[in-house]
C-alpha cells in the first residue's frame, strides 16, 4: 500500500467520517491543541532561556530539567494525539499542504536538535549546572528557540492554506438558523 | 449596539486595511498563539508552584517575580494583536459569544492572579506542601479558567457550533 492510498484510507475511515461530522468534536479537539501547544513550547522556552544565562545561570539547569521536562512531554503526547485527530479530518488536504509538511520537518528538526543535545551537552551538565553554559549548550538553546517558534508560525499558516479563500467577504450574509 | 458599532468598524479605513493585507491576520495571530504559550506557561508555572509541583527550592514570591513579568508583558502584546484582529473582524467578534465571554474572564483572571498572589507572597515557604487546600484549590481553579479562556479563544471561529441559539448574530 503506497503512502497516497493510506492517506485516502485514513480520510475514508470511520473515526474520520465521525469528525468529520460531529459539530462539538472540532472546536475541542482544536482548543486541547492549542492548550498543549502552548505548554510544550513554554516550558521549552523556559529551558531554553536558562541555556542561554537568562535571567542566569544561578539555579541548576538539573532543576528545571527536572522540574519541566515530564510537564513538556506530558503536553507533547496530548499535541500528537490531537494533531493526529485532526490529520485524520482532513487528511488528503493536509498531505498535499506545504506548510503541513514544513511544520512536520520543523517537529523532526526539533528532536534531532533535542537527541544531539541530550546525548551531548546535557551528559555532562553536572560540570556547568551552575555555571558558565558551554557553547554547544547555548547553541541547542538558541535553536530550539528558533525552531518551536517556527512550528507555531507554520501551524497557523496551515489553516489559512489548506484550501482558505482569501477574497471571501468579510461581512458575507451567514445563515445562522444552523440546523434548521 | 455592540453589533452597529461592529458594523461601521468594520467599513472604517483601518478595518479596511487590516483586511486587505492579507498576510497580516496570519501573522498576528502567529504571534497571539506563541503569547498564549508565554501567558499560559507563566500562570501554569506559579499555580504549579503553590501546588509543590516544581520550583519547590523556591519561595512562591521568587517564582512570582520570575514569571509575572512574562504574565503581564504577554497579555500586552496579546491585547495589541488582539485589538488589531479584532478591529479586522469586528462584526464576527462582536456577534461571538466565545468572544465575549472570553474577555470577561481574562479580566477576572487578572484580578484574580494579582490578587491572589499579593496574598501567597509573604509566605516565604520553601519545600513542597507548605500551602493550605484552599490556596491549592485556587492554583487548580486558575489553571482550569486559562485553559477555559484558550478554549474561548478556539471556539470564536466555531461559534454557532459552540453555543447554537446562544450565538449574538
Given at each position: 500500500m503506497d503512502t497516497p492510498s493510506i492517506i485516502n484510507a485514513i480520510h475514508d475511515s470511520g473515526l474520520s467520517e465521525w469528525l468529520r461530522s460531529s459539530l462539538k468534536a472540532m472546536p475541542i479537539i482544536e482548543a486541547i491543541h492549542v492548550m498543549s501547544a502552548a505548554v510544550v513550547f513554554g516550558t521549552i522556552l523556559i529551558v531554553d532561556l536558562r541555556l542561554l544565562g537568562w535571567p542566569n545561570t544561578q539555579r541548576a539547569f538539573s532543576r528545571f530539567h527536572h522540574d519541566l521536562l515530564r510537564w513538556t512531554w506530558l503536553a507533547f503526547g496530548v499535541s500528537v494525539v490531537t494533531g493526529v485527530l485532526l490529520f485524520f479530518v482532513n487528511s488528503v488536504t493536509y498531505y498535499h499542504n506545504t506548510a503541513f509538511r514544513l511544520k512536520m520537518l520543523a517537529l523532526i528538526l526539533a528532536g534531532v536538535n533535542m537527541w544531539i543535545f541530550e546525548n551531548g551537552a546535557a551528559r555532562k551538565a553536572l560540570q556547568w549546572d551552575q555555571g558558565p553554559t558551554p557553547s554547544a549548550a547555548r547553541l541547542a538553546g538558541a535553536l530550539s528557540l528558533t525552531i518551536w517558534i517556527s512550528v507555531l508560525f507554520i501551524a497557523r499558516w496551515i489553516g489559512f492554506t489548506k484550501?482558505?479563500?482569501?477574497?471571501?467577504?468579510?461581512?458575507v450574509d451567514l445563515n445562522l438558523n444552523f440546523g434548521q | 449596539m455592540f453589533l452597529d458599532f461592529a458594523r461601521a468598524l468594520g467599513d472604517s479605513s483601518l478595518s479596511i486595511w487590516i483586511q486587505s493585507h492579507l498576510w497580516l491576520t496570519p501573522l498576528l495571530q502567529s504571534i497571539h498563539i506563541v503569547m498564549i504559550g508565554v501567558v499560559f506557561t507563566a500562570i501554569l508555572m506559579i499555580s504549579l508552584r503553590v501546588l509543590g509541583q516544581?520550583?519547590?527550592?523556591?519561595?512562591f514570591a521568587t517564582v512570582w517575580a520570575r514569571f509575572s513579568p512574562w504574565l503581564w508583558g504577554g497579555v500586552v502584546v496579546m491585547a495589541m494583536t488582539g485589538i488589531i484582529l479584532s478591529i479586522g473582524e469586528p462584526v464576527r467578534e462582536a456577534s461571538s459569544t466565545s468572544f465575549w465571554l472570553k474577555m470577561g474572564l481574562i479580566v477576572i483572571g487578572l484580578i484574580s492572579a494579582k490578587t491572589f498572589a499579593s496574598t501567597l507572597r509573604p509566605f516565604a515557604y520553601v519545600g513542597?506542601?507548605?500551602?493550605s487546600g484552599g490556596a491549592k484549590a485556587v492554583a487548580l481553579g486558575t489553571i482550569a479558567l486559562w485553559l477555559f479562556i484558550i478554549f474561548l479563544g478556539r471556539a470564536i471561529a466555531y461559534d454557532v457550533e459552540v453555543w447554537g441559539h446562544l450565538h449574538l448574530g
Open positions: 484550501g482558505y479563500d482569501f477574497s471571501i467577504p468579510q461581512d | 516544581v520550583n519547590t527550592d523556591e519561595t513542597a506542601a507548605p500551602f
